[in-house]
């Protein structure tokens, strides 16, 4: 049964997101996909493992399922980066709140899964990230690079209030 629309109250879709992350020659990198045939951000450069959080599982467990179902990597040492609430003041469903993962470590060789979704994986610098991006990953990958990430973030809003 899909939510009411008319009940008064906007329905958050939760997100998981990973980033593997390596030292590369020139600096740490970043494991990015390039999207294809999805219906959303298609041609923009985007976490190699992210997807909806599913009924009855944690935004863990989703980030371990989503690594395992489109890059084929198991055994992930997740690192919680930030949660994001971010909207776009369009649809309900666009009311989102996203949670970002680092891993450094992880079991099997990332590699695509899914290719009618995946053109490319790329490991990408961080400092010389692929054009373009997708804006809301842009920005927890620009503050993972100046060391400026916070617990909990925003994205898409006009202004707002900090505690």
Same mark, same amino acid.
């Given at each position: 049964? /899909? #939510?009411?629309?008319? +009940? =008064?109250?906007?329905?958050?879709?939760? !997100?998981?997101?990973?980033?593997?992350? %390596?030292? =590369?020659?020139?600096?740490?990198?970043?494991?990015?996909?390039? %999207?294809?045939?999805? =219906?959303?951000?298609?041609? *923009?450069?985007? !976490? $190699?493992?992210?997807? +909806?959080?599913?009924?009855?599982?944690?935004?863990?467990?989703?980030?371990?399922?989503?690594?395992?179902?489109?890059? !084929?990597?198991? &055994?992930?040492?997740?690192?919680?980066?930030?949660?994001?609430?971010?909207?776009? *003041?369009?649809?309900?469903?666009?009311? %989102?709140?996203?949670?970002?993962?680092?891993?450094?470590?992880?079991?099997?060789?990332?590699?695509?899964?899914?290719?009618?979704?995946?053109?490319?994986? %790329?490991?990408?610098?961080? &400092? $010389?990230?692929?054009?373009?991006?997708?804006? *809301?990953?842009?920005?927890?990958?620009? !503050?993972?690079? /100046?060391?400026?990430?916070? #617990?909990?973030?925003?994205? =898409?809003? /006009?202004?707002? +209030? *900090?505690?």
């Amino acid at each position: 049964m /899909s #939510p009411d629309p008319t +009940h =008064g109250r906007f329905v958050v879709v939760p !997100a998981a997101y990973v980033f593997l992350l %390596r030292d =590369g020659i020139f600096g740490p990198e970043v494991l990015l996909q390039l %999207r294809q045939n999805t =219906g959303y951000m298609d041609d *923009h450069w985007a !976490a $190699a493992a992210a997807g +909806h959080v599913e009924r009855g599982e944690t935004a863990y467990d989703a980030a371990h399922r989503e690594a395992a179902e489109e890059i !084929a990597v198991a &055994d992930l040492a997740l690192e919680f980066v930030t949660t994001m609430q971010r909207t776009r *003041h369009a649809d309900p469903i666009d009311e %989102r709140v996203d949670f970002f993962f680092t891993a450094r470590s992880w079991t099997g060789e990332p590699r695509i899964v899914e290719p009618e979704k995946c053109a490319e994986l %790329r490991w990408c610098r961080l &400092d $010389a990230l692929p054009d373009p991006v997708v804006p *809301h990953e842009l920005s927890v990958l620009q !503050a993972l690079r /100046s060391g400026t990430t916070t #617990p909990y973030s925003t994205f =898409g809003f /006009s202004r707002s +209030h *900090h505690a």
